[in-house]
């Protein structure tokens, strides 16, 4: 099996994340008053209004969407990433290994330079929940790079198998962690939704046209009639 069975579930949600995208900038531009954009607003409406330090909710919602932020986090990646390589090029193929690593590499590199051209500031009408380093913000690589590293590693794990249910839980499961590891962003107050919705877009744009890619080189062009 050479293509993920269920490839086409990237698409449908990619056009569900810009369907919530168009939704998002059309409630932007008829919010009523003055003031903050939504994208602020959104970020501070998360927040306690007596102790702007908090998230609103219990705690335990606070230290949850912390656990799932550092799922996102360089240092949990890489080790995911190194990890699975050394599987695929043990149990899976030669191919399969330089597919993820180079997938995975140019992913962050063209994260990183989308970054230096937009040079968008972080938000800065919160206090921070989570630790960041660099000061740009669009988009965001949490987001993005959690597209790209769980949903390769789970459609490459869903060739594997011919049960429904497993191919249905790799391709299905990556996407939700993805998701919850954005929202998280927004919660911590170190991205903007906006950020967050690009991420996303790009991470399964990148995701899927890496896949139709691979398919290309595997199996050639398809022969002329």
Not at 20 to 46: H, K
Not at 47 to 65: T, V, W, Y
Not at 74 to 86: G, T
Request: proline letters at 6%; charged letters at 15%.
């Amino acid at each position: 099996m050479i293509q993920p069975p269920l490839l086409k579930i990237l698409p449908r949600t990619l056009a569900l994340i810009l369907l919530c995208g168009l939704g998002f900038v059309i409630a932007d531009m008829f919010l009523d008053g003055p003031g903050r954009s939504l994208d602020e607003r959104l970020i501070t409406w998360l927040r306690d209004p007596a102790n702007p330090q908090r998230m609103i909710g219990p705690r335990l919602l606070e230290e949850s969407m912390r656990d799932f932020t550092a799922v996102g986090g360089y240092a949990v990646l890489l080790m995911v990433s190194f990890c699975f390589a050394v599987f695929a090029r043990l149990e899976l193929s030669r191919a399969s290994f330089w597919f993820f690593v180079l997938s995975v590499t140019s992913g962050f590199l063209f994260n990183v330079l989308i970054k230096e051209l937009v040079q968008r500031d972080r938000p800065d009408v919160v206090p921070h929940l989570s630790f960041v380093k660099g000061s740009t913000s669009f988009p965001s690589a949490h987001a993005m790079m959690s597209v790209i590293v769980y949903v390769t590693i789970g459609l490459l794990l869903s060739t594997r198998t011919r049960d429904r249910h497993l191919q249905r839980l790799f391709s299905v499961f990556p996407l939700w962690l993805a998701g919850v590891i954005g929202v998280s962003r927004v919660c911590m107050g170190v991205h903007y939704p906006t950020d967050v919705l690009a991420g996303w877009t790009m991470g399964l744009v990148w995701t899927w046209a890496a896949f139709r890619f691979r398919e290309r080189i595997m199996v050639g062009p398809e022969p002329r009639t």
